[in-house]
């Protein structure tokens, strides 16, 4: 249905508040039964006394830190969170319900932004600069959450439980006297003509629709369609989304055997065919994971957010090459393999190999197998060229990527809304003024390690502030206006 009702309402029209817990701060244009209606031309709501609405789609990260700081900036500012299912769900499950916060090794700008497949360019300037991992880690020690920084840089609650974060951040929205609605989605927005939108709000109930006005509009939505939608409606283009963050299916029975086998370090380097520009992030070290339809790990899944618009044009077929041994060249891997053939010539190969690789005896057999060389055959037995086949095989493994698994709940996308066309400084939209955008709705995605979670409370943070300054200007304005009077 169209919102160009903006100027249209039912014969019926009703006009009062629409009641919420704790507040009765939703301003109700109209109520729609069964979505039938007549074009009777209304005047437009008024607002009731000098408040102003702040609605936020999306009570996720982005959206209640969103709405904590708007009315943390502007008490008065009547701030409305709006979620159709559990609030902070994501929270919940990240990092295996423990939450991992931000990171707390790449507080630097520059260095941070990189970790941004979409984004990395944009993300250079204010938007770290003006809340970035240390805020968001100060930002919750002060408000009574005790955090702890890993060897790998990501941070977790001291209790390692996501209901830590989720707990915090409930609390104070409800201090603060935030509302929040769940069980409801909007549906339609469409500007007014005195610079405010009106927004069609659906209940559990599909029979139902409230029309809302309010004065400042935050879409914090994740990565669903709702926010996408949302953000057509008010003259946003939209970057298809695709999913990032994702395992890779690898066609190789004889890989399922070694499920459960963790290499430390490996360089996974991705080569995609007909690939015509060189991007460099498509090469990563780090943890690799057997799984039993292939490879996951952080590698992987830094290769998976970098590679995610490339694979998806390719319908997620590929080769990833291994190192599994990426701290030595390959001629000190051929001259490891002959001294130990040297040394252990009577043994059988498949019983005995360099310990220097820190590899796993199914491993070991796995590259062999591959190289044809398994049963009872001793290193004595072993040709020169057999063995920088072994080597070869350990520096440069490949295998066909024939399609990808999705990462557990923590599904992150790349594609939204373009970074073009909001500020970055403000969150506010150039297209249409008190719009703002905040987390993965936007065209931006991080890798693992907390950045994601980054990007939400950093673009939420901004937004609130920008809503709230622009709240506390409004009602100066008014205030001075009736001195005035």
């Not at 993300?123 to 408000?143: C, E, I, Q, R, Y």
């Not at 201090?175 to 405010?196: E, H």
């Not at 004595?380 to 493994?397: P, R």
Request: glycine letters at 10%.
């Amino acid at each position: 249905m169209s919102l160009s009702l903006a100027r249209f309402a039912l014969h019926s029209r009703v006009f009062s508040d629409v009641a919420t817990t704790g507040n009765s701060n939703l301003r109700l244009i109209s109520t729609l039964k069964n979505r039938k209606f007549t074009s009777t031309a209304t005047p437009r709501a008024q607002n009731k006394g000098s408040e102003e609405l702040l609605v936020v789609v999306g009570a996720g990260a982005a959206g209640v830190y969103g709405a904590i700081r708007a009315k943390t900036l502007a008490p008065n500012l009547n701030v409305v969170l709006i979620e159709k299912a559990r609030p902070l769900a994501k929270v919940k499950v990240s990092g295996g319900g423990r939450c991992n916060v931000t990171n707390g090794h790449c507080v630097e700008t520059m260095m941070l932004a990189e970790n941004y497949p979409r984004g990395h360019k944009e993300l250079k300037g204010a938007f770290f600069n003006t809340h970035g991992p240390v805020d968001t880690m100060t930002w919750f020690s002060d408000h009574g959450v005790e955090l702890k920084t890993e060897d790998d840089g990501r941070v977790f609650p001291v209790s390692n439980s996501s209901s830590t974060i989720i707990d915090c951040l409930m609390s104070e929205s409800t201090r603060l006297g935030v509302s929040l609605q769940t069980g409801k989605a909007v549906i339609t927005a469409s500007p007014t003509d005195g610079g405010k939108f009106l927004l069609g709000i659906e209940k559990r109930t599909p029979s139902s629709v409230e029309y809302v006005e309010a004065d400042y509009f935050l879409i914090a939505s994740g990565n669903g369609k709702q926010g996408y939608s949302l953000a057509s409606q008010l003259g946003h283009s939209i970057v298809d989304p695709v999913p990032s963050l994702f395992t890779f299916k690898i066609e190789d029975p004889q890989l399922a055997d070694l499920s459960g086998i963790t290499f430390p370090k490996v360089k996974a380097k991705l080569k995609i065919e007909n690939l015509q520009r060189n991007i460099p992030q498509l090469t990563q070290v780090g943890p690799v994971l057997v799984t039993h339809w292939g490879f996951s790990g952080p590698a992987i899944l830094r290769l998976s957010a970098w590679g995610a618009c490339v694979l998806s044009r390719t319908g997620y077929k590929g080769t990833v090459i291994l190192d599994f041994t990426p701290d030595v060249h390959i001629e000190d891997v051929k001259s490891i393999l002959t001294q130990h053939k040297n040394k252990f010539a009577k043994q059988k190969v498949a019983n005995s190999y360099p310990t220097q690789f820190g590899l796993m005896k199914r491993f070991w057999k796995y590259i062999l197998g591959r190289q044809g060389l398994l049963g009872d055959i001793l290193w004595a037995s072993i040709s020169k060229d057999s063995l920088v086949s072994v080597a070869h095989m350990l520096k440069y493994c490949d295998f066909s990527v024939k399609g990808k698994s999705q990462y557990k709940d923590e599904f992150v996308t790349a594609g939204g809304v373009p970074l073009s066309e909001i500020s970055l400084n403000t969150m506010e939209s150039k297209i249409q003024p008190r719009l703002f955008f905040a987390g993965e709705v936007l065209n931006v995605d991080g890798i693992t390690g907390g950045f994601n979670f980054q990007n939400a409370w950093s673009g939420g943070y901004i937004a609130g502030t920008s809503i709230g300054k622009q709240a506390v200007s409004a009602q100066l304005d008014e205030a001075n206006s009736r001195g005035q009077d």
